[in-house]
Structure formats: C-alpha cells, structure tokens
C-alpha cells in the first residue's frame, strides 16, 4: 500500500474511533454498563497515534516531491528548500486543518493520560466531549478539505508554496497559534463534563486552572512572533495591522485573559463560576470563529485562504452546535452555577478581577464589531466598508491602558477588603512615584498623553516591587532568610510580578513605536546618502544573485557612524513570479533602523526607510512575559486555597 493510502486509512480509522470515544459514555449509561465507558478513554491515544501517522505520511510526500498527491502539487515543487517542504504541510487549507486535528488528537491523549490519576470518575464524559470535537474536524478533513487526494494527471513540478510563507517564521508562528486555540478546547471539554454530570466547581476548576495557563502561554507566543514575522518579512515598517485575521487571534486572547485571572477569584474563594463558564465557552468559540475566518475566506487578508462555502458553512453549522449544546446544558443546570453568596467590597482583590475582567471582554467586544460589521453590511446591504486602525487604535488602546493601570494596583489589594487607611498606606509612594514620571516624561514630550501614562506604569511598578521585596525580605529576616529565601518562597508571586513587568515593558514599545516613528520615501543611487533621525546611510551597491529557488536584487547600504551594513533584498520567485520584499533591520533597544529597496526606476532604487524607536522593548517585554508564565505553570506547587 503507497504510503499517502495509508495514511488515508489512518485518517478513517481514527474517525470510527472518535465516533466511539464520543459516543460510548452515553452507551455505557444508558445499557447500565459502566465498563464501555473505558473504551473512550482508550481509544484517545490509539487516535493520536493514527492522526499521527497521516501527518507523518503527509510530511514524507512533500520531502520525496510526490506531485500525485494535489495538496502536495499545490503547495510545494523540487526546488523549495527541505525546511519549507516540511512547513508547507500546514501552508494550505487542508494542511492547516490536519495540523489543528494533529494539536487536538495529542491534547486528547494528554488529557486521557493525566484524568486516569486524577479524575477518573469524570473522565469518559470529559473524553467524550473531546471526542465530539475530534469526528467535527475529522469529518472537515475526510470530506470536505482532504489532504490525501490524488491527481489523475500528475505533474512534473508542483506550484510552489507562497512565497511568503518561504521563512522559518512558518515553522513556529502557526503552530503556536493552533496549540493555543486547541488548548481551549480542554477547558471547554471539562465544562461541558461537568454541566452534563453536576460535576463540582470547586473540583475541577483547580484542574482546568492549568490548562488555561497552557492554551494562553501559546498563543501569546504564537501572536508575537506572528507580528515580529510580519515585522521583518512584509517590509512595511509594522507589526500589527490590526487585520481581521489578526483580530481573530487577539479577541480569544483578551477573553482568555480574562479567564485567567477571573479563575483565580473561583480557585481562591468560589465565586464566579457561571462568568467563568461563560469565558470558556466564548474563549473556544472565538478560537473557532478564527479558524472559520480564515478557512472560508469571507474576509479580505493576508492571511485568509480562497474563499471557500463549503467549509465556512461546515464551521459555521459546527459553532452554532457548539453554542446550542453549551447553552442547553447551561439552562439544564443553572441552579447549580452560582457561586456561594460573599461579601465582595468595591476595593478588594476580587472586584479587581472582575473590573479587569470588564474591561478585558469590552475590549474584545469592540475588535470584535470593528472586524464582524464590514462583513455584516456586505452580507446583509451589499455596502463595502473598511474599518481600519484609526477605529482601533481610537477604542482600543484607551481601555488597554487603563487594563495596565488597573494591572498595577490589583495585586496590592488583599481578598474580601481593605481599609482606605490601609490602602492609601500601600499606595502612596507608588502614586508620588507615578506622578513624578508621568510629569517629568509629559515636559519632555508634551502633547502625548500616552508616554506619560506609560512612564507612570513603569515608574509605579519598580516602586510596587521594591517595597514588596522589602516587607518579604524584613519578615523573612525575622526568621533568619535572606533576599534569596524570599524569592524561592514566594516564587509563584514574584513570578507574577515579572509577567505585569513584562507587560509594562511591551506596552513601553508600543507607544514609543507608535508614536514616534519616523519615515522617508527617497530614490537613491550607488554612492547616494540618505539622513533620517539624526543618522546618515549611504548606498554602496547593487548586487544581483540566485539563491535556492528564487533570484534576488540586493542593495548594500553602510551606517556612517557605526560603519555597519545592511541588505535588504527584493526576491523574485521563477515558478510562481511573485516578487517578496525583505527588509534589512539594524536593532539597538531604542530604536531599529530598517530598510527597505522598492522599484527600480533607470539606474536609481525606491528606497523606504523607518526608524521605529522602543521597538525592541516589544519582544523583549514579551520574552519576560513568556519566561514568569512559563515558571508559574512548570512549578509543580498547589498553592493552598483561601477561604476567609
């Protein structure tokens, strides 16, 4: 049997089987034979492994070149590089879908493996409801967009994959991102367990409280490097565009967020559990929505495939059961979601939560109409509207940076409540301290507000750390630690720290990036100079060579008083005739200068060239971010719960 059949066989297999794992916790109860139930928990590593195999037989007929295959005659020919043969299996529809089946299927098992330990009694119906999503997508893949078709007339060369997916940024950014938006699903799977079996909050939530870390942690990552891909690859100076495919990612991101904290006031003093449902059913239909954006190609992107009805009715029929399954369940056991009746007062650590999460879901509900409404008028009126990033930039920002307001003074605030005695007494020099650096950066800069109020943050958050470490270190001198001892003992909260210091620092760059850009569209010769924000750069020359599978146009340019080079490129790919630009960025941690070649005209170029100040305060802010989250979720700890 040809390896592509076989994993056509794997691919069915593992769709009877889904069905099973779906379908025998029903079984089981209704016959009053509790043993089938063990099937569906069986069978989920037995799908990964098949699912598995299908991917791996994909991936061998991009590496042999088998054009009979016609997504693999679609997406790639013998001259692209091994690494892009490999990443082309997700660079198409088909591909892209089989790669989310691939996330789903090892999250599956994963779950299967942990819940035998820890809540093998709920298990089946947790499983069963992975098992409904696993037939959803095995039935998209196996009818609608297969990757294991074969071609009657096979070619002697495939089309090539895009062009600007030819960059290692493929290998990573997708595969982040469809890790986070399957990572939603568990939580998903775990509600809807529990909706259909009474299963207590107070149990699994502990439980899903980690799976949420883990889908958020991805998909943070997989946003980031897909807007430091488009930063250098797309060549015009930014990184987010706010695109609606983009939009699609960030609107699970905010509500996930949301989750994230709003978990903690259920974990920590039961409260919240029909809000917290609420966020995890909405973060995973988000995750859906941005697949059904992209797959059905109503939307204009750069990221959006063809448009395709079939599958975007598939999705869209596949959201709506979502909902009304979710929604049902949620009415079946409403007297049973709400949170035991406490005390909250208006400052305290729970209001706190719930005021971000406020200003986290109005936030995602204005992206979230700023991206729908061009579609809805299209639809409905047949009017073409743009909204573009004024809309954005205008009710977004505003709210972002109250959220890191609010992010700076929630965690001083204790569970229950505070008294205004106490709390000015916590807050004061953190105020003195905002207020100073907000002044003193508005004199700088006058004009612009942000940079202010992002100088407040900052200066507010070193003031808040330090007394923290100060009143941990005198207690713990008390018992003889040290500066070390606080820090491992208290590690989960410092850790915390950090990620809001991280924060502080990405939004740092986001201001300073975007409102002190500089920009200048010039053409320019061989020995022609060029001055922008105080530097000078001078074009040496013109190179023209072949690289792999495309040809390219190559200006060197030479910083005077550095006396570093820079290439940006223009790449012309033979097969397809798509022409790529690729920036040349020279990065200091104020500012990037970065290059970009246009047009020819005679013997001059187009040359575009941005200085982008604080930009790499962006990914390194992140970097932080990523690193305090990741220590959070690998410190095996189980923090006690409060209760008073």
Known sequence: MPWIEFGHLCAWLAFALALLQATMPMVARFSNRPQLAEFSIRSAPLIALLVIAGAATLVNAFVTDDFSVAYVAQNSNSQLPLLYKVTALWGGHEGSL??????????????????????????????????????????????????????????????????????????????????????????????????????????????????????????????????????????????WAWDPVEN??????????????????????????????????????????????????????????????????????????????????????????????????????????????????????????????PLFLDLSMDQKITVAAPYFNGVV????????????????????????????????LMLIAAAIAALVAVMIWPGFWQVGFVAALAAGMVVTLAQDIGNRLAISRIDGGGLLAVLVADR????????????????????????????????????????IAGETAELISIEQYSKDNYRVVEGVFELVASGDQLRPQKRRYPVSGVVTTEAAIDSSLLRDFYLVMGQRDGDKWAVQVYVNPLVQLIWWGTLMLLVAVSFILIDSRVSPRRTS
Not at 248 to 254: N, Q, T, Y
Not at 400 to 410: D, K
Not at 498 to 509: I, K, L, P, S
């Open 98 to 239: 089989y790669l989310w089946l691939t996330v789903l299927s090892l999250f599956t098992g994963m779950v299967g493996w942990q819940g035998r330990k820890r809540f093998a009694e709920h298990l089946p119906l947790v499983m069963a409801a992975q098992g409904w999503l696993l037939v959803r997508f095995l039935g998209l893949i196996l009818f609608l967009s297969s990757p294991f078709e074969r071609l009657l007339m096979i070619p002697l060369d495939g089309r090539e994959l895009n062009p600007l997916l030819q960059d290692p940024g493929m290998a990573f950014h997708p595969p982040m991102l469809y890790l986070g938006y399957v990572g939603f699903s568990v939580p998903f799977a775990f509600a809807m367990a529990a909706l259909a079996s009474g299963w207590r909050s107070e149990e699994w939530v502990p439980l899903v409280r980690r799976w949420v870390l883990i889908a958020w942690l991805f998909l943070t990552c997989g946003i980031v490097l897909g807007g430091w891909w488009a930063y250098y690859e797309l060549g015009w100076g930014g990184y």
């Open 248 to 373: 699609a990612s960030f609107m699970p991101w905010l509500t996930g967020t949301a989750l994230l904290h709003s978990i903690m006031a259920q974990d920590q003093r039961r409260m919240l559990p029909l809000w917290n449902l609420f966020l995890i059913i909405t973060t995973f239909l988000l995750s859906l929505l941005g697949t059904f954006l992209v797959r059905s190609g109503i939307l204009s992107s750069v990221h959006a495939f063809a448009v395709d009805p079939g599958r975007g009715s598939y999705i869209l029929v596949f959201m709506a059961m979502v909902i009304g399954v979710a929604l049902t369940l949620a009415l079946w056991r409403s007297d049973s979601l709400h949170g035991e009746p406490r005390p909250m007062a208006a400052v305290s650590r729970e209001s706190g939560i719930l005021y971000g999460n406020a200003l986290f879901v109005a936030c995602c509900v204005m992206v979230f109409l700023g991206t729908m409404y």
């Open 397 to 428: 920002a505003p709210v972002l940076l109250l959220m890191l307001g609010l992010m700076l003074v929630a965690p001083l605030l204790p569970w229950r409540k505070i008294a205004p005695g106490r709390l000015a007494e916590k807050t004061r």
């Open 492 to 531: 989960r909260h410092f850790a915390a720290m950090t990620a809001h210091v991280g924060a502080v620092v990405m939004a740092a760059g986001l201001v300073g990036s975007g409102l002190f850009r500089v920009e200048q569209t010039l053409v320019m010769a061989p020995g022609d100079q060029l001055e």
